[in-house]
């Protein structure tokens, strides 16, 4: 047996009213939400227009010396290179001359400080770790600051989610949309690992 409330309720379907109602609910929901969603875009971009023109954006990047984990003997490092490392002190070293606390071992004479090798002086370079130890030099700290003052809101992501100077050449030397071009060509094939203000140089094809 059909229980009553299904047989009120098809007869109420057909009645032209009815669906009527339905629909114009239906209608006034979804032009109330297209209106909620269109305010909420508008809203997050003055937001972001705000932010560009009026504010400065508060970088969390820290430039002090004694900032990192080297003060209990202990060095973050590079970690993915597969012959060489460079730790947060500036120091690169092959893989085989790091020591256990991932600090490189710096009584090896390959070990270098601060090295540049194998970069340009636009400060693009053609190995990862060089980039990240070249960009760790001292004489570098107003480079870097001024890319963050003039990084755009698109690497706002990006670069607020560093902690320090480290964690900021690590970032910034790692290859992004800034050094292709076509989104499937390196502007420059070579050094393509840039800790500089500005992308690669765009080379011929």
């Known amino acids: 047996m059909v229980p009553w409330g299904a047989v009120l309720w098809r007869r ?33 971009r003055n937001l972001l227009q705000v932010q560009e023109h009026e504010q400065p954006i508060m970088w969390k990047v820290k430039f002090s010396s004694g900032n990192g984990s080297q003060l209990n003997n202990q060095c973050r490092n590079s970690v993915q290179g597969k012959l060489l490392i460079t730790d947060e002190l500036g120091y690169i070293c092959e893989r085989k001359d790091l020591l256990v606390n991932g600090c490189c071992n710096v009584n090896m004479p390959s070990t270098k400080l601060y090295s540049c090798d194998s970069c340009l002086p636009n400060g693009c370079c053609s190995v990862y770790e060089y980039c ?49 071009q076509h989104e499937n060509t390196y502007r420059d094939p070579i050094a393509k690992y840039c800790y500089g203000e500005y992308p690669p140089e765009l080379l011929p094809v």
């Open 132 to 180: 990240v130890s070249c960009c760790l030099q001292p004489s570098k700290q107003h480079l870097l600051e001024r890319f963050l003052n003039r990084a755009a809101i698109a690497f706002q992501n990006l670069f607020m989610a560093v902690e320090d100077r480290f964690e900021l050449c690590l970032a910034k030397c790692r290859t992004s949309s800034q050094s292709v």
């Open 12 to 44: 109420l379907l057909r009645k032209r009213w009815v669906l009527g109602v339905v629909f114009g609910l239906s209608l006034v929901y979804f032009l109330t939400s297209t209106f909620k969603q269109e305010e909420r875009t508008v809203r997050d």
